[in-house]
């Protein structure tokens, strides 16, 4: 354990003096997706090292299970970072996913942001409104995830969504106009720094912390599945692999993938 935490020192230190001078960012005004933009990136040049993309209107955005990320032009931030050198064993694949999650939370506290949960597997909700989502693409060799892009959405200076949407910004909750370079910035060098320190980490030692912050963990609740049936279910944990377990009111415990079901709130 005192290995694994010195050696977690040791590489936050290093990527954070490293990266805070030589992280490479790419600006562009308009592209279908940052996701996108890094992933045909990344295969032209997988020897490339970390760096993040952000748009200031991203076209075709995507959210999980395949849904679109709609944001106003100049009023949010929609952004990619693309870590390398991560070696980690697929079946830990979601220590990504909580990481992110985390960190997200870390810098939105620290904006003033309070009332905040994480929706399985990573929405970020601040008064039970969605105020950020993340997709996550893995890049594998030899059975390992040698590199990740990070695609976030993040609602910041937006003030008016479709009703139809349980939505909101940062800007509605706090009444401050946000400097979109500095919220970027901050995001991406405590998801970078997170990420390196923490995936050594146990994954038990990980969810403990996510499990504190999911959103309606241990309270009734309702969920639809695909065909659009209504059931109701106690959210128990997430699984190392990233599945949802939900005790039914026949007491059957169930777990469940992103695409399986969908948490009514």
Known sequence: MFFCS?????????RS????????????????????????LYRANPNIKNCYVVAENQTNGRGQMGANWISQEGKNLTFSVL?????????????????????????????????LKVKWPNDILA??????GVLIENMYSNQKINAS???????????DFDKMYRASSLKQLTGIHYDLDYVLKKLVKQIEDDIYEFL??????????????????GKASTFEFPNGERTTGII???????????LFEDHILKSFEIKEIKLLY
């Open 6 to 14: 010195f050696f977690a020192l040791l590489t936050k230190t290093y």
């Open 17 to 40: 003096i490293f990266n805070t001078f030589f992280m490479k960012s790419i600006k562009v005004h308009t592209t279908p997706s940052t996701n996108l933009y890094l992933r045909e």
């Open 83 to 115: 870590l390398e050198g991560l070696n980690l064993k697929i079946e830990n694949q979601f220590k990504l996913s909580a990481i992110t999650s985390l960190a997200i939370l870390k810098v939105l506290k620290q904006l003033g942001i309070t009332n």
């Open 127 to 132: 008064e039970s409104l969605k105020i950020c």
């Open 149 to 159: 892009i990070i695609g976030i959405g993040l609602n910041v200076n937006q003030e």
């Open 200 to 217: 050594p980490y146990s994954i038990e030692a990980i969810l403990e912390k996510y499990h504190e912050n999911l959103f309606r963990i």
């Open 236 to 246: 128990k944990k997430v699984s190392k692999q990233g599945l949802l377990e939900i």
